[in-house]
């Protein structure tokens, strides 16, 4: 099993940065996944990253402006967010599955979320 803390979150105005990590114990070597949720909307996919690092999925909507890394060493995954617009204002989790998956079910351990608000 994989235990998942993120940190990072809070309070931006539109075209400023954030840095959310995500840090997970257990068993280790999993796919990475960031999703988010926003108030009245499902829960959907933002990026993925394998273990190796070697294979990266972004959605669409954050191409170019998000960018997911992963520190092994230190049981890390990073996801820095750029020119964060209003409408990336959610909760945002990660987990942890066997491969890059848009689809939440895939995904057998969760974090507990992390709030992103961006004002405009």
């Known amino acids: 099993q994989v235990q998942l803390v993120e940190s990072g979150g809070g309070l931006v105005q539109a075209g400023g940065s954030l840095r959310l990590s995500c840090a997970y114990s257990g068993r280790t070597s999993r796919t990475i996944g960031w999703f988010r949720q926003a108030p009245g909307k499902e829960r959907e996919f933002v990026v993925g990253i394998t273990w190796s690092g070697g294979w990266k999925q972004y959605a669409d909507s954050v191409k170019d402006r998000f960018t997911i890394s992963r520190d092994n060493a230190n049981n890390t995954v990073y996801l820095q967010m750029s020119s964060l617009k209003p409408e990336d204002t959610a909760v945002y989790y990660c987990?942890?599955?066997?491969?890059?998956?848009?689809?939440?079910?895939?995904?057998?351990?969760w974090g507990q979320g992390t709030q992103v608000t961006v004002s405009s």
């Open positions: 987990a942890a599955g066997p491969g890059i998956s848009l689809s939440a079910s895939s995904y057998d351990a």
